[in-house]
């Protein structure tokens, strides 16, 4: 395996990292863009004042959850004051609330709220990970910078095959930045490119044609922007993890039992 210093630095190493807890390692290390660089650290020296108290992780955001996952949830890149504070993917932010909220109604989360990386929260057949592991500027990373950052993804991808079902793309970024790493490790994308869309799926076999089948699922993001407009509703994206849930053969599990009423006592 290459080391992080050697040429190309972490993303190169990536193409070669053996385990997910190893490619982890790389990610976290990365410095490839400088103006990612600077403006991660930037925003974590001059944080949001609710969390002025608080040490932002201001680094690279590696993905989380279920090592043998059957579904993926591929995202854009950490947010300023959610995954680029908490270190974990959409952690501590309203896209996250809005994420674990439906990853535990549809069975995948152990609980419904992500407030930091030591919350308890546990995934089972799921893997949350993002195209772009550095907070960009704006919620844009520019075409140099998503390419940089590829390797990740693609490893992230290999490392998950044996176990891999379903890909959930949130919104256009995560789709096509899916479809090409996809495309470069030996499924049959077809060309050209399906277009994203809410509810958008495709079912990918090997080029080789050998065994196996890969199911793309296309979402609106998560973020504010989707939600608190109503073009993405907690419907809608429960539809979408549903359906990735039956892909795997998951059974949705029953919600949890409604909290007791409070019986008021009569006054003495
Ligand atoms: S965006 Fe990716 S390649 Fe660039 S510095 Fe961050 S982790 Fe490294």
């Not at 949830?73 to 952690?91: E, K, S």
């Not at 919350?119 to 772009?132: F, K, T």
Request: hydrophobic share 40%; glycine share 10%.
């Amino acid at each position: 395996m290459e080391t992080s210093d050697g040429p190309g630095g972490p993303p190169a190493a990536a193409r070669t990292a053996p385990t997910l807890d190893e490619l982890d390692e790389l990610v976290v290390s990365c410095r490839a863009c400088p103006r990612l660089v600077a403006w991660r650290e930037q925003v974590g020296r001059e944080k949001r004042a609710a969390f002025r108290d608080q040490t932002y992780w201001a680094r690279p955001v590696p993905g989380f959850g279920d090592t043998r996952a059957a579904v993926v949830v591929v995202g854009l890149a950490p947010a300023a004051h959610g995954a680029n504070r908490t270190g974990r993917m959409f952690t501590g932010d309203r896209s996250g609330d809005f994420l674990f909220a439906a990853l535990h109604r549809c069975g995948f989360a152990n609980q419904s709220t992500s407030t930091g990386r030591d919350d308890g929260m546990v995934l089972d057949g799921v893997r949350l990970v993002a195209p772009v592991r550095c907070v960009p500027p704006d919620n844009r990373p520019t075409p140099d910078e998503r390419r940089r950052c590829a390797p990740f993804l693609a490893r992230e991808l290999e490392l998950l095959a044996p176990t891999l079902q379903v890909a959930v793309a949130l919104g256009a970024l995560g789709w096509n930045a899916l479809l090409a790493a996809l495309a470069g490790q030996g499924w049959a994308v077809p060309r050209p490119r399906p277009r994203f869309g809410h509810g958008a799926a495709i079912d990918l076999a090997p080029v080789d044609g050998g065994p196996g089948r890969l199911t793309v699922l296309g979402s609106y993001h998560v973020s504010p922007h989707n939600t608190s407009t109503g073009r993405l509703t907690p419907a809608m994206l429960d539809a979408v993890l549903d359906r990735a849930a039956a892909l795997t053969g998951r059974e949705r599990r029953p919600a949890p039992p409604a909290a007791p009423p409070t019986v008021r006592q009569p006054p003495r």
